[in-house]
């Protein structure tokens, strides 16, 4: 009769740990569908009223905060506070504000900004809602700015804004035309 190898003795002994760790790792009913909602999409077409910060701008909605002598200004900061409305006039209704930083990122070109900021629409339908909203913008006439996230009606969004420098602008009031595409979960509180 023959012996049982090693090898096969040593399998023996650990069978029972083998299974039992199969047991882990096998699925012993199927699992759960997770179906999202399909998002919301919507568009919408504002322009935002940047009053220039500096001595002689009574109306400015933007405050220096770090100024360094550095070449281009890298490193100035500001904090900014501008406004939304549905034409180019600065004295038309205000839809929403735009809270947030804007610091001079470049070392090479005087007009490379990167913002972050939070859009607070305060009438209508979106009213107390938020999209959070980072990007850069320079001299260029047109840019772009990430939609990152949202709260209230604009729970989890997403999208781009899309921005043109508007004819009106002049050196006190920076005006752009946005385009703003947010894609959201609708009622998903």
């Known amino acids: 009769m023959a012996s049982p190898s090693s090898s096969?003795?040593?399998?023996?002994?650990?069978?029972?740990t083998i299974v039992s760790m199969a047991g882990v790792y096998s699925q012993t009913s199927p699992a759960p569908i997770c179906v999202r909602p399909c998002p919301t999409e919507v568009n919408l077409h504002l322009y935002l009223h940047q009053f220039v910060?500096?001595?002689?701008?009574?109306?400015?909605?933007?405050?220096?905060l770090i100024a360094p002598a550095n070449a281009f200004g890298f490193g100035t900061t500001l904090i900014h506070e501008w406004t939304m409305t549905r034409t180019n006039d600065p004295s038309d209704t205000i839809?929403?504000?735009?809270?947030?930083?804007?610091?001079?990122?470049?070392?090479?070109n005087a007009n490379y900004w990167y913002t972050s900021q939070n859009i607070v629409f305060q009438s209508d339908r979106f009213a107390g809602s938020t999209l959070q909203v980072m990007g850069r913008f320079t001299e260029d006439k047109v840019g772009q700015w990430s939609i990152v996230g949202g709260t209230g009606e604009?729970?989890?969004a997403r999208g781009i804004?899309?921005?043109?420098?508007?004819p009106a602008?002049?050196?006190?009031?920076?005006?752009?035309?946005?385009?703003i595409r947010i894609f959201y979960e609708e009622n998903a509180v």
């Open 8 to 16: 096969s003795f040593f399998l023996l002994l650990l069978l029972p």
């Open 53 to 64: 910060a500096g001595p002689n701008h009574p109306n400015r909605n933007e405050e220096f």
């Open 169 to 179: 602008s002049n050196k006190d009031d920076a005006i752009r035309e946005l385009n």
């Open 161 to 166: 804004i899309n921005y043109k420098m508007d």
């Open 154 to 156: 604009f729970h989890m």
């Open 95 to 108: 839809v929403a504000r735009v809270q947030g930083t804007h610091i001079q990122a470049g070392t090479t």
